[in-house]
């Protein structure tokens, strides 16, 4: 199994700030990594897929990069609606797997 | 628009059965493979389970594989979760996902509480 860890656990920052969120998986998965946000009360939504690609109607201050074991999620300039929780996943191997999460909080 | 709306959760004692559904609208149901995945109260994301879109392909979560079994109804747009033998483990949120054109989790439903007790 393909684990994903994700750091750091919690980013304090405000709005404007920008922010930095990594996803480390425990073999290469090549670009076959995706980005979620959950929101409180609220299903998770993809952001970004295939490492680097915003998913529909997604800012462009939310932008991924990365390939084979290390990856970035990088918020430019939080907007008060960013502060969520955010989780990557794998989808080169099976199990599919996602990281513990990176919550964003003000 | 598309819309995923689970239901079916509930209290339940270990040892016991429940199926989960999710009724879909809003794309063509039949083109789309379909996830569960769930969520532990205050904890991450798991991966449950996978279907194709025509019913044929199935993949399942090792923690649930041979308890719980996916299934599709393709002309009544709905998505099945029968979850047998369940543990108290199993208490979580459970979202459907419909698997988007890049083979990610996208959109997902809001999710129905299962809640395993005694």
């Known amino acids: 199994e393909i684990v994903l860890t994700q750091s750091p656990a919690t980013l304090s920052l405000s709005p404007g700030e920008r922010a930095t969120l990594s996803c480390r998986a425990s073999?290469?998965?090549?670009?076959?990594l995706a980005w979620y946000q959950q929101k409180p009360g609220q299903a998770p939504s993809l952001l970004i897929y295939d490492a680097s690609n915003r998913a529909t109607d997604i800012p462009a201050r939310f932008s991924g990069s990365g390939s084979g074991t290390d990856f970035t999620l990088t918020i430019s300039s939080l907007e008060p609606e960013d502060f969520a929780v955010y989780y990557c996943?794998?989808?080169?191997?099976?199990?599919?797997?996602f990281g513990g999460g990176t919550k964003v909080e003000i | 628009q598309v819309q995923l709306v689970e239901s079916g959760g509930g209290v339940v004692q270990p040892g016991r059965s429940l199926r989960l559904s999710c009724t879909a609208s809003g794309f063509t149901f039949s083109s789309y493979g379909l996830y569960w995945v769930r969520q532990a109260p205050g904890k991450g994301l798991e991966w449950v389970a996978i279907i194709s879109y025509d019913g044929s392909d199935k993949y399942y979560a090792d923690s649930v594989k041979g308890r719980f079994t996916i299934s599709r109804d393709n002309s009544r747009n709905t998505l099945y979760l029968q979850m047998n033998s369940l543990r108290l483990e199993d208490t979580a949120l459970y979202y459907c996902a419909r698997e988007s054109s890049a083979h990610w989790f996208d959109p997902w439903g809001q999710g129905t509480l299962v809640t395993v007790s005694s």
């Open positions: 073999q290469s998965v090549r670009t076959y």
């Open positions: 996943q794998q989808r080169s191997n099976w199990p599919l797997t």
